[in-house]
């Protein structure tokens, strides 16, 4: 599977916002945004299909917006209004399948994955 790499982490205030990418985009399955912190389980925040079909987690839902830049090939997360309990490593991930009901967002069904992005929340 081709590797992801995610870009756009970094240290913010609360109330601020960030802008994560990751590259390559592909145009089959579900991409999607997953993101673990410490003593924590890896979860999924937001998924993306080809049809342009998203879903979010309640945490995140109306703060988050997973797009797929097409012409720049990156699946892209703006992420506003940021809590310090967004403090967390953002991953991307690729699954190959093509669900008829919508992305899944469990961890288990994603093939491919990047190394990670840092983004740190401060209060």
């Known amino acids: 599977q081709a590797q992801l790499m995610e870009s756009g982490g970094g240290s913010v205030e609360s109330g601020g916002s960030l802008t994560l990418s990751c590259e390559p985009l592909s145009n089959v399955g579900c991409m999607a945004w997953f993101r673990e912190a410490p003593g924590k389980e890896r979860k999924g925040i937001a998924t993306?299909?080809?049809?342009?079909?998203?879903t979010y987690d309640d945490s995140v839902e109306g703060r988050f917006t997973i797009s797929r830049d097409n012409a720049r090939n990156v699946l892209v997360l703006r992420m506003d209004n940021l809590k310090p309990e967004d403090t967390a490593m953002y991953y991307c991930?690729?699954?190959?399948?093509?669900?008829?009901?919508?992305?899944?967002?469990?961890?288990?069904?994603?093939?491919?994955w990047g190394q990670g992005t840092q983004v740190t929340v401060s209060s």
């Open positions: 993306i299909d080809t049809s342009q079909r998203v």
């Open positions: 991930a690729h699954d190959t399948y093509n669900w008829i009901g919508g992305c899944p967002r469990a961890p288990k069904f994603f093939e491919s």
